[in-house]
């Protein structure tokens, strides 16, 4: 199955890889600051934006699998939430296709336990239930939560919904699929076998992957570089765009 893509700019390939419930369109600030030095492919998820959703049954291979079918390789990857432990697997799965891999506001495991930081299931096992009642609700509601604690949220939840409406709405069984993914992958065990450079980063008031995770993974990845933005939410790509850039920049320059 092949994905959507939206290409633009020019220089080493960057691969963009949305959020839960989003698309390839709230790149758009971010892609303005890079795309002079980065050619740029925003995909669309499956299931999301112009994408074509995968069969009920596809897991975490799947949806890699379509994203590394749409994008050349030696591309570095650059995931945000849920597209952040897609682009994980597939840099586990293929590293010899990957440069470089950025995880933006993302978790290895994001759904909370004793001793793990993440989501409360319960929420999660919520949001699963309202999806058959009105799917487009609970994104909504989800935007919210992400945008929660920034000191721009209005504007950061306007800016999410302007990105979602750029394109057709997400597909009910591409979300289902997608929550399923938050709440069952758990990557923390192969973070030590990621052969490629990666870089990841947080906003500290972030609260579906709560800052406090980053000196977890530090352990786990204790070759990657981290950083905490200290007043952006789950979205400081949309919070602090300039300085969100300006990381990525540096650290995928220093590769080439």
């Known amino acids: 199955m092949s994905v959507y893509v939206e290409r633009r700019g ?3 390939d960057l691969v963009l890889l949305h959020g839960w419930g989003m698309n390839g369109a709230v790149w758009q600030g971010l892609a303005e600051r890079l795309e002079a030095d980065f050619r740029l492919h925003l995909v669309d998820l499956p299931g999301f934006g112009h994408s074509p959703a995968l069969p009920p049954s596809a897991g975490l291979d799947n949806w890699a ?3 590394s079918d749409g994008i050349p390789a030696r591309s570095a990857l650059l995931g945000w939430s849920l597209g952040g432990l897609i682009a994980t697997h597939t840099a586990l799965r293929t590293p010899e296709r990957i ?3 950025i995880t933006l506001a993302s978790s290895p495991k994001f759904v909370a336990e ?3 930081p993440g989501i409360k299931p319960g929420v999660l096992a919520e949001f699963e239930q309202q999806l058959a009642e009105d799917h487009l609700q609970v994104v909504n509601r989800f ?11 209005r504007d950061d939840i306007r800016r999410l919904r302007d990105s979602l409406a750029r394109k057709p709405a997400p ?7 997608g929550l399923a993914l938050l709440g069952e992958v758990d990557l923390r065990p192969q973070l030590a076998e990621l052969r490629v450079p990666l870089l990841r980063l947080y906003g500290r008031l972030d609260g579906l992957v709560p800052s406090k995770a980053a000196a977890l993974v530090d352990e786990l990845a204790p070759n990657s570089l981290s950083h905490i933005e200290p007043k952006a939410s789950h979205a400081p790509f949309i ?3 300039d300085a969100t850039a300006e990381r990525i920049r540096r650290f995928l320059l220093e590769l080439a």
């Not at 935007?143 to 949220?153: D, F, I, P, R």
């Not at 597909?171 to 699929?177: E, H, P, R």
């Open 114 to 116: 004793a001793d793990w």
């Open 239 to 241: 919070s602090h765009p």
């Open 143 to 153: 935007l919210a939560l992400q945008a929660m604690g920034s000191e721009h949220a």
């Open 171 to 177: 597909d009910a069984g591409a979300l289902a699929a």
């Open 99 to 101: 440069s470089g891999l």
């Open 10 to 12: 020019r220089g080493p």
């Open 65 to 67: 699998e379509a994203v």
